[in-house]
């Protein structure tokens, strides 16, 4: 079967689904829960199971990425805002973007058929873009970012210190959250590099004025470096693996 064209029928056949994982706040002493991040999964009829990794840049190239990251909008916020309005828990959630999607002149009106059509309140939406989608057209990107933030949608650098950042770029994006790249966390504590380069990341974010957020988070030596270099929140198996929606639901429900 050609993965294109099942993908092609996955949303109408209701194959996609999305899974969420919680965040914390580690700052305040316990590990708090702040926010969540939707992870998109394609449960496939003739493929089974494959992973964004594989079906999402396919999906850039034939342009489907537009329907679909339509569709991972709209549950999204709908979901967050069932839950908020469920638990009371008025937790962000996050959505990745994809960087066809963020050149899509129709992106802005998108979010706001997203937000409006579920009545989640904007600041409890927060859109994921990569470095590298915001470094290539920074004239058009600074108008794109304006645009989402005039609506009050929060902001965030995924995958940070992979890509090729301007700092004065990204000083002058109207940016909330820098999220750490896993790939600099899994040598914490020990790898001086790693070390290095985490500790320098969140002292210029910080002085940027952005929160951070590290993800990949595994172990507890990991988590206790990153809290005394000031790390504001953390995203990984240690706290906990994305969940399905009903697994979301009784975490949701536990006490605490
Ligand atoms: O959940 P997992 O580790 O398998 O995700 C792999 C990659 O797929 C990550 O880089 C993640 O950002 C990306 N991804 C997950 N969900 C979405 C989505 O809804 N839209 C886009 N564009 N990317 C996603
Ligand atoms: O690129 P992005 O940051 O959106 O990708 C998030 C991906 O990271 C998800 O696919 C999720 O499954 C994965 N992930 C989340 N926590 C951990 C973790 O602690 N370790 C590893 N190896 N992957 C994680
Ligand atoms: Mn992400
Ligand atoms: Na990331």
Redesign the pocket.
Known sequence: VEIGNALRHAIRLAELSL?YQPRASVQGGAAVTVGME???RWDGQLLGRV???EF?PLAEQNGL?LQI?QW?LERACHQAQAWRARHGAALPVA????AR?FRDADLVRMVEVALQSSGLPPHLLEL?LTESMLMQDARRTRRTLAALKAIGVRLAV??FGTGYSSLSYLKSFPLDYLKIDRSFVAGLPQDRSDAAIVRAIIAMAHTLGLKVIAEGVETAGQLAFLRAQQCDEIQGYWFSR?LAVADMETYLGRPG
Not at 95 to 98: A, D
């Open positions: 899974h939707a992870l998109l992973a964004p990794s999402i990425i990251g991972v959505v990745n973007l994809s999607q994921e995924d995958d994305p």
